[in-house]
């Protein structure tokens, strides 16, 4: 990782544990009150924490690779929701059953690994996709010829 990215990473980071808190909270909230099982919780909760997360990585994470308009910001989502969505509720769900329904793992310790694991490959993804500059610039290059 490039020098550079560390202040970012430590942003994406602080988000993804707010994430954690939320996604955790939503987990037990949904498996010990709604007693839905816990492959469905996790991911409702996953979801759930991915529209949190991408609210928060528009005004923090990447606040200096703004959009302005509505149409570039729902692309954006979509690039989230496709990227980092998939990797957090494929991930997230498989590591869970396979933790919970296989190995008898709680359902809470066996989401902290799956975020964990996660994690990584998520910021990769927002940075060089999600967030990449040089398709902003790109963009705005389009629209000024």
């Known amino acids: 990782m490039k020098k550079r990215a560390w202040p970012r990473f430590a942003r994406f980071t602080l988000v993804g544990l707010l994430g954690v808190a939320l996604q955790l909270s939503l987990l037990a909230l949904l498996t010990k009150h709604f007693r ?24 923090f994470t990447w606040r200096d690779r703004r ?14 929701q496709l990227g980092n969505g998939l990797v957090s509720l494929l991930g997230n769900t498989s590591l869970t ?18 975020i964990a694991l996660c994690s990584l490959a998520n910021f990769a993804l927002a940075d060089r996709w999600v967030y990449d500059s040089s398709q902003q610039r790109r963009h705005l290059l389009s629209h000024c010829r």
Request: proline share 9%; charged share 20%; net charge positive.
């Open 36 to 59: 839905i099982p816990p492959v469905t919780a996790t991911a409702l909760a996953v979801e759930i924490t991915l529209l949190h997360n991408f609210l928060w990585h528009e005004r």
């Open 67 to 80: 959009f302005k308009n509505f149409r570039q910001r729902a692309l954006r989502l979509w690039r989230f």
């Open 97 to 114: 059953y396979c933790l919970v329904e296989r190995l008898d793992a709680p359902p809470l310790p066996s989401a902290l690994v799956s």
